[in-house]
């Protein structure tokens, strides 16, 4: 079975702190993605990383950072939250090749920031 | 730029009737690749269906097919005798160009509830 984990379900930060979410996949795959998930407006792309070391901004880097030192993990880092960063975090990973590549999923990491 | 357009925020049917949900896009891309997502409450996402642009004849997985109409730019999703564990958010998903090391956007989401 394919895994993408999610180190928190939950988490409650204050703002101005710092927060790691953290994302590990079992499928040795090359391609990392971490969304945000929000009602209305459905999924939209932080970071993503096609391979160690690499990545490219998506739709709304602004006020995060990813770091992707190991193939299996990558990390996404609030280096100040915010109390607009409060959401659902989607982490996945996806089957390498062409364009119809499968994403899997992580259970999400739903942050408070108060 | 590349868009996904779903213009049914929430949609409710009874066990058993089929049930069509409706996602429009805009890519400037030659080559693309589109997806059906489905999110059920409080668990993982999971792919429903896909399709490449490529090729005409439309996607089915059992009771899920789609229309793709590439001129109009239009991608639904149609699930035949509906079941309650069919009660999920249903997310239409662009993937353009050819690899996979490319981003994927994503709709806003179809909130679909199967009544008893």
């Known amino acids: 079975d394919v895994k993408v984990t999610q180190s928190s379900r939950y988490l409650v930060k204050r703002t101005g702190e710092k927060v790691f979410l953290e994302c590990v996949q079992d499928?040795?795959?090359?391609?990392m993605f971490w969304y945000r998930q929000d009602p209305g407006l459905g999924l939209r792309l932080i970071y993503f990383?096609?391979?160690?070391?690499?990545?490219e901004k998506g739709d709304i880097p602004e006020g995060y950072s990813v770091s992707r030192e190991k193939k299996e993990r990558f990390s996404l880092i609030l280096e100040s939250a915010s109390t607009n960063q409060t959401s659902m975090y989607l982490c996945?990973?996806?089957?390498?090749?062409?364009?119809?590549?499968?994403?899997?999923f992580g259970e999400g990491s739903r942050l408070t920031v108060l | 730029a590349q868009t996904v357009t779903q213009s049914q925020p929430e949609m409710s049917v009874q066990e058993a009737e089929t049930v069509t949900l409706s996602c429009t896009y805009d890519?400037?891309?030659?080559?693309?690749?589109l997806f059906w997502y489905k999110q059920p409450p409080s668990r993982q996402m999971i792919l429903v269906i896909r399709?490449?642009?490529?090729?005409?004849q439309n996607a089915t997985e059992n009771r899920f097919s789609v229309n793709f109409q590439k001129a109009a730019k239009s991608f639904s999703l149609k699930i035949s005798d509906s079941q309650l564990g069919d009660t999920a958010m249903y997310f239409c998903?662009?993937?353009?160009?050819?690899?996979?090391?490319?981003?994927?956007?994503f709709g806003s989401g179809t909130r679909l509830s199967i009544r008893p």
């Open positions: 996945a990973s996806r089957t390498p090749g062409q364009g119809n590549g499968e994403l899997f």
């Open positions: 499928m040795d795959h090359e391609n």
């Open positions: 990383s096609y391979d160690v070391k690499m990545k």
């Open positions: 890519t400037s891309e030659n080559n693309y690749y």
């Open positions: 399709q490449e642009a490529y090729k005409q």
């Open positions: 998903a662009l993937s353009p160009g050819y690899s996979s090391a490319s981003k994927i956007i």
